[in-house]
């Protein structure tokens, strides 16, 4: 079956408004996992007072926070995300820190409603390779970029490098409840740019010079499996809805299978501690 690209636009939106809740329940555990790219991405602006940043994909705007103090007083970050109920969750945590120079914007980032060349700096972690025509999202990116203007991204590396979500997507493939193989599957997703010469080559087809990718080992690290397991359910859609479905025995079945399969990744403390990797991009309009 081809790829239905207006579908998968109405699902995502879908999507993240119903997990909204759940990421402003998670944003510490968040913010704990992202701090490090969130630090890389910003570097890679080479950001200045006075700026303009764009945040896309935002969720609850973490990266787009810690521009906004780079550029205080006289610059500005927009943060957007095509999720309202993201939006909500960031306008709060920005009250929280007593942000005065952001912005909210409900943005496609597929077709950005603002004008040509009106902004220094773009930041979107995790988000390209969710949308259905990433390729275009990153054209929509240089022209809102003035010439010269910085673009960091960020996309999680092939899911083999990203235990976190093989094992659940393993598990469930198993049972039957979601494809089995990622990679055969058309669709967005949060591995489908796991690649560093696709996303190189994405970034060249958009426009943008001076690009460089690299990886960045990132960790998922929590108190018990149980945390993992609630998390997980909080944060991935796709896994919530998939356990969620099934008979209350199937769920304590895969929730036991599950915790035999995270049991490796027990450190010595008792904590989990769960590797990933993550794909770092930065380029020059
Ligand atoms: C994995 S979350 C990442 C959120 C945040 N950037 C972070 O790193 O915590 C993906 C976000 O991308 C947003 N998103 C997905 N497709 C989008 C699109 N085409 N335009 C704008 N936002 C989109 C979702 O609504 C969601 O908030």
């Known amino acids: 079956m081809s790829f239905d690209a207006n579908a998968h636009r109405d699902a995502s939106l879908q999507g993240w408004e119903e997990a909204a809740p759940g990421w402003v ?21 080479r950001l200045h007072p006075g700026q303009r940043v764009l945040e896309l994909a935002a969720g609850l ?17 927009i943060i957007s995300d095509q999720a309202e109920g993201m939006l909500e969750g960031a306008r709060a945590r920005a ?16 077709w950005i409603d603002l004008p040509v060349a009106s902004v220094d700096a773009v930041i979107c972690r995790w988000g390209y390779m969710l949308m259905a025509d990433p390729a275009a999202a990153l054209r929509e990116t240089r022209r809102v970029l003035r ?7 960020a996309v999680w590396d092939a899911i083999e490098h990203n235990p976190w979500a093989q094992l659940p997507s393993q598990e469930l493939g198993g049972r039957g409840l979601v494809p089995s193989s990622p990679g055969a599957q058309p669709a ?21 010079a001076e690009i460089e990718v690299q990886p960045m080992d990132v960790w998922r690290r929590h108190d018990s499996f149980e945390e993992l397991w609630d998390v997980t359910l909080d944060l991935s859609r796709s896994f919530h809805d998939a356990v969620l ?34 794909l770092l991009a930065a380029a020059t309009a």
């Open 188 to 208: 967005p997703g949060p591995f489908a740019l796991g690649d560093r010469e696709q996303v190189a080559g994405l970034l060249e087809e958009a426009g943008f």
């Open 25 to 45: 329940r998670r944003q510490g555990i968040l913010r704990e996992l992202g701090a490090p790219v969130s630090h890389w991405m910003i570097d890679a602006l």
């Open 245 to 278: 479905s099934r008979p209350e025995q199937e769920v304590e079945q895969i929730r036991a299978s599950l915790a035999e399969r995270f049991a490796p990744f027990t450190s010595a403390g008792g904590t989990l501690q769960v590797p990933g990797r993550t």
């Open 147 to 153: 010439p010269g203007g910085r673009l960091a991204l």
């Open 61 to 77: 705007g973490e990266t787009g926070m810690l521009a906004a103090e780079l550029v205080a007083p006289m610059g500005g970050v």
């Open 95 to 110: 009250a929280e820190l007593g942000l005065s120079n952001v912005e909210f914007q409900v943005l496609g980032a597929e």
